[in-house]
């Protein structure tokens, strides 16, 4: 069974400061989703990243994936209060089409 | 923007009934899923749907589940004797390759 930890569980900032969440496992995945989910929402796909040092920018998000496909993470600069919100990191390990598997999340909370 | 859309958006079932929840998922999509997320936990994987057949399910997805395309536009999650453990959202999902388009979900209460 392949399990993906996320960390921190919670982070609470200030409007423009920067941060950092974590998404971490035992096994090796074919690719690293992250999503951000609101309230009563289905999740909301980030980025897409297949390829071990991989790094993909979104705007004031940065993604990058390990270099053996076992973790990634997602780094924001200047958060603002729009950022709030669960973001969840989800990994397959086989070709397009098969299971994701989803980690619980980093609740993040930007104060103005 | 394509989207994937789930009916009903909430549904309320007594238990030892069956329900069925309807999708219909992005028209040029291949693969469609169903997950569902209980409250307070981690979104599971139940069930990957691919040239009009099963092609993954996990152990959640017992005999009580069953999938469903009928008409080539929906994508149907039926559920033939709730269980209130079976109280969760449920989430629609279709894609082309890696990453996925979910839809708003159904949040099933059993009572």
């Known amino acids: 069974t392949q399990l993906l930890e996320q960390s921190p569980q919670f982070l609470s900032i200030q409007e423009g400061e920067n941060l950092t969440v974590y998404c971490n496992s035992s096994s090796v995945f074919s690719s690293l989703q992250w999503y951000r989910q609101e309230p009563g929402e289905g999740p909301v796909l980030l980025v897409t990243?297949?390829?071990?040092?991989e790094v993909k920018k979104l705007k004031r998000l940065t993604f990058q994936f390990g270099d053996a496909r076992k973790d990634s993470s997602l780094h924001i600069t200047a958060a603002q209060p729009g950022d709030t919100g669960l973001y969840l990191c989800?990994?397959?390990?086989?070709?397009?089409?098969?299971?994701?598997?989803f980690g619980e999340g980093t609740q993040l909370t930007v104060n103005p | 923007e394509p989207e994937v859309t789930q009916t009903p958006s909430h549904q309320v079932t007594q238990m030892g009934q069956e329900v069925i929840l309807r999708c219909v998922p992005i028209s040029n999509h291949l693969y469609f899923y169903w997950y569902r997320q209980i409250l307070g936990q981690k979104v599971e994987f139940l069930v990957s749907f691919y040239n009009n057949e099963i092609s993954e399910k996990s152990e959640i997805f017992d005999d009580q589940f069953s999938v469903e395309r009928p008409d080539g536009s929906n994508f149907t999650l039926k559920i033939r004797s709730t269980k209130l453990e079976d109280s969760a959202m449920y989430f629609c999902a279709s894609s082309v390759g890696y990453g996925y388009t979910f839809g708003s979900g159904t949040r099933l209460t059993v009572v």
């Open positions: 989800a990994g397959d390990i086989g070709t397009s089409g098969s299971r994701l598997t």
């Open positions: 990243v297949v390829t071990g040092g």
